[in-house]
């Protein structure tokens, strides 16, 4: 799916969504989704007239299994660096575990259509099957990454510690990652949200969303759902609407 020029999404359903950043003939790959989205990753890249060996860089948004996918498998097999904030860094490699806030709302408003379509997506996509990424680079906040976009890193912690958004300003995009979604894979609902259930700490999220602000960004890419093309501001405007009142204080 093209989203804008050099930009492509890897995932029609927008579940669990890969990104592919096209610069110059070389590619960097904004997450690893799920491990089955491999299948699927070449195609994406023919439509943009590239292939798997046109593939320079992946970075994460985070190292959530959701996002670590075929991560380990495009290292080994292809040779390409997977980067990851530094505070993900062990999480990546299999070191720690993810962590979920336990004083949170959880999973309040879930619906069990919306829980079933994702567990079902993802496990015929190697949800259970993601395995850990051996070896990765590691950057931190206001880095400007020596890859395909150039991506500008805004770190933005709660949702995992090393959580991050990806700033291109010249493809007057953002990858936000996890910091909000479009699509709530709990709620089924759709629109840009501040999802509580899988944050490690939901204060820190809320707190970080101010780290968005000012970013001119008119396509904003999540994590899960489909991209936002009214700009940054309405959008964090919209997340912030969305989250709960206890959380506000």
């Known amino acids: 799916m093209e989203i804008a020029p050099g930009i492509r999404r890897v995932g029609a359903q927008g579940l669990v969504n890969v990104y592919l950043v096209e610069e110059a003939g070389s590619v960097t790959i904004v ?3 799920l491990p089955g989205l491999w299948r699927e990753l070449p195609a994406e890249l023919a439509a943009m007239g590239r292939s798997l060996d046109d593939v320079r860089a992946l970075v994460l948004t985070h190292a959530h299994s959701d996002h670590v996918g075929f991560a380990e498998r495009i290292r080994r097999e292809r040779a390409v660096a997977v980067a990851v904030h530094a505070d993900d860094a062990a999480l990546a490699r299999g070191e720690e575990k993810q962590a979920r806030d336990e004083h949170g709302p959880g999973y309040r408003g879930w619906s069990p259509l919306a ?17 850990p990424i051996a070896e990765v680079a590691t950057f931190l906040d206001g880095a400007t990454l020596d890859v395909p976009g150039a991506p500008r890193v805004v770190h933005v912690p709660g949702h995992t510690a090393g959580s991050v958004a990806f700033h291109l300003p ?16 709990v709620t089924g609902r759709h629109g840009p949200r501040f999802a509580t259930a899988f944050n490690a700490d939901n204060r820190r999220a809320v707190a970080s969303l101010a780290r968005l602000d ?15 093309s009214h700009g940054m501001t309405e959008a964090v405007q919209r997340v912030r609407d969305s989250i709960p009142a206890e959380l506000r204080a």
Request: charged share 20%; aromatic share 12%.
């Open 31 to 33: 997450d690893a989704g």
């Open 170 to 185: 010249a493809r007057d995009a953002a990858f936000v990652g996890d910091a909000f979604v479009t699509r709530d894979v």
């Open 214 to 228: 000012g970013i001119a960004a008119r396509h904003v890419l999540p994590g899960h759902g489909d991209p936002w």
């Open 115 to 131: 829980l079933t379509r994702f567990f079902a997506y993802g496990l015929t996509r190697g949800l259970t099957t993601v395995v």
